[in-house]
């Protein structure tokens, strides 16, 4: 989902890289974490999910 979230964002903002870095960041402030820093074999945290789920959503991202 992260990983889902993120390639969204970047091409949002093909481009603007000042603009996907405050994306980016913006999305980091609603959600705690940086989900760029997420892999895949990092273990599925439901809070952190449930967090990403909403802050994406706001931005018209569903996932």
């Given at each position: 989902?992260?990983?889902?979230?993120?390639?969204?964002?970047e091409r949002?903002?093909?481009?603007?890289p000042?603009?996907?870095v405050?994306a980016?960041g913006?999305?980091?402030?609603?959600?705690?974490?940086l989900?760029?820093?997420?892999?895949?074999?990092?273990p599925?945290d439901?809070?952190?999910?449930?967090?990403?789920?909403?802050?994406?959503?706001?931005?018209?991202?569903?996932?």
């Open positions: 989902m992260c990983r889902t979230v993120s390639e969204e964002l949002r903002h093909a481009g603007d000042m603009a996907l405050l980016k913006e999305l980091a402030r609603q959600t705690g974490f989900a760029g820093l997420v892999g895949r074999s990092d599925d439901p809070e952190k999910i449930g967090k990403l789920r909403q802050a994406a959503a706001a931005i018209s991202i569903y996932v």
